[in-house]
């Protein structure tokens, strides 16, 4: 009998892929995850549900493995990406029923998203026909309000346009509750979720040099030293007089290195471990404002905007090493937040969010997120596609015409491959409350009047041409990488047969080995 498809193994990832496809869109259903420590959280956000599913099915391991490599490297359309998966593997089930070996449903596949890709290219736009900000606008669907979108993503078209195509790294979502989405602000510098470690140090220095330090600030130790260690020396104090005299001098020390730092311009001090309670007023008397427990990534991002370089120990601190810049702390959001600007390195961006629910802040955020990784790679590539659906039904129409001069088994995979697509807009229609099937035919009879932008509108709720007063469009590039990856990780499931333990592998590996079993 030769090798079939395995729908048990895979049955706990087309559960998955159900659950995410009702959460597609400005209306996609929110989800209650309870998780172990009793912690609930609701959610609309396909990303946000991967991160905190608990699951220990391999094939779903694998699944949301696959999903969170491609959310890091494209930034959006890990929704679109697992409602793909669960419809090419639906479609696999009927293929393997008629009796279909999974090579040749691979193969029916890669003839199929071929088929595909050429459809989106020749249904591609140039972006200069359109607006970033309608890219933004089409990804931002963490929010419904008609203001609140068109503010941000104007926002958002701004801040890509002045740092360019890498702005998933140099723009950064900060989101906090209380007030109004519509209160998103588009912030030149990085701002720090954190004040001062102590409140009578200055709250504002304009235009000083600042340390970047990757360790713990307090008073060195004597016989510590940085770099490889060649010889130890063990100081023991047994007397009080002599412990007071190696007290004195390790803090002597700290205040030679701070004011050597202070001398070479430092007046901000920020680090990515802790600020020692005995060597803050210290800090705060010298006139230098300390901000600690900072993550690394905004360590870099505050390296690139101020030129600085981050190093081990204030004793490090020089005048090549500080950054240059201004560090204001303000109260947002009923907190304290540090503000750092500068002109002296590359342009860096955040963007201030706010939410009125505590609930929808990381949806919001994410939503956000989303909507820069999009405009961006639209803005690299140029070019867009009608959204909506508009682009998978387009697809799928590409595939059925490209498919007619195919026979066998191989035209039957890449016909359900076609039909997969539709998954998409069908989804979009039905959480917006359409009649999923009547839309799906709609947009297969708009294919064939010529007609490749009609789409799935779901906040006006209807079936429309997505390129109207208001344009639904998406980036090429993207969508492109959806249907790969969506193929790539439904082909890689098709194929598995049986789950295999590594630890029953290497127990049958030894006993083969052993000369008295033999």
């Known amino acids: 009998m030769g090798l079939m498809v395995n729908t048990e193994l895979v049955a706990g990832v087309r559960t998955v892929c159900d659950v995410v496809e009702t959460a597609l869109g400005p209306f996609g259903a929110n989800k209650l995850l309870i998780q172990a420590d009793g912690t609930v959280t609701a959610t609309a956000s396909s990303t946000e549900l991967l991160d905190r599913l608990d699951v220990t099915d391999p094939a779903v391991t694998l699944l949301d493995s696959t999903t969170a490599g491609f959310d890091d490297q494209f930034g959006d359309g890990t929704g679109t990406v697992v409602t793909l998966v669960g419809a090419l593997l639906g479609r696999a089930d009927r293929l393997a029923e008629r009796g279909l070996h999974p090579t040749a449903i691979e193969r029916g596949y890669r003839v199929g998203l071929d088929a595909a890709l050429d459809g989106l290219d020749r249904t591609a736009r140039p972006l200069s026909s359109f607006e970033p900000a309608d890219v933004a606008r089409t990804a931002l669907t963490g929010t419904r309000n008609p203001q609140v979108r068109h503010a941000v993503s104007e926002q958002i078209a701004a801040a890509v346009s002045d740092v360019g195509a890498d702005a998933s790294e140099r723009i950064r979502v900060v989101s906090r509750s209380g007030g109004a989405a519509a209160e998103t602000d588009l912030l030149s510098g990085v701002v720090l979720e954190r004040g001062p470690v102590l409140e009578s140090m200055a709250r504002s220095r304009p235009d000083t040099g600042i340390a970047l330090l990757s360790s713990t600030v307090d008073v060195p130790h004597a016989g510590s030293q940085l770099g490889r260690v060649s010889r130890r020396i063990k100081l023991d104090a047994d007397s009080f007089a002599d412990r007071e005299a190696l007290a004195e ?129 639209a803005v690299r590539d140029g070019r867009v596609l009608p959204g909506g659906g508009a682009a998978e039904a387009t697809a799928s129409w590409a595939v059925a015409r490209q498919i007619r001069s195919l026979t066998g088994r191989e035209r039957l995979a890449a016909d359900e491959f076609g039909e997969a697509l539709m998954a998409v807009p069908r989804a979009l229609a039905a959480t917006a409350d359409l009649d999923a099937g009547r839309a799906t035919v709609r947009l297969r009879v708009a294919r064939s009047d010529g007609r490749d932008s009609v789409g799935v509108d779901a906040l006006a709720g209807t079936t429309t041409d997505v390129l109207g007063a208001e344009p639904i469009v998406e980036p090429v590039s993207l969508k492109r990488n959806v249907l790969t990856t969506a193929t790539d990780m439904a082909v890689q499931l098709i194929r598995i047969d049986e789950r295999l333990h590594a630890t029953d592998l290497g127990d049958e590996e030894e006993d083969v080995a052993d000369p008295e079993a033999a």
């Open 249 to 377: 001098h390790e803090s002597g020390t700290f205040t030679e290195q701070l004011r050597a730092a202070v001398d070479a311009g430092c007046g901000v001090v920020i680090t990515e471990r802790a600020i020692n309670e005995r060597v803050q007023s210290e800090l705060a008397a010298a006139g230098v404002l300390g901000i600690n427990r900072v993550d690394a990534d905004e360590l870099h991002r505050i390296a690139l905007a101020t030129d600085a370089t981050v190093v081990p120990t204030l004793a490090q601190v020089s005048e090549a090493t500080l950054g240059r810049g201004s560090v204001d702390v303000r109260r947002k959001a009923g907190r304290d937040m540090t503000f750092v600007t500068s002109d002296a390195g590359e342009t860096t961006l955040t963007l201030f969010c706010r939410s009125p629910d505590p609930r929808t802040v990381e949806a919001f955020e994410r939503s956000v997120e989303a909507a820069i990784a999009s405009t961006a790679a």
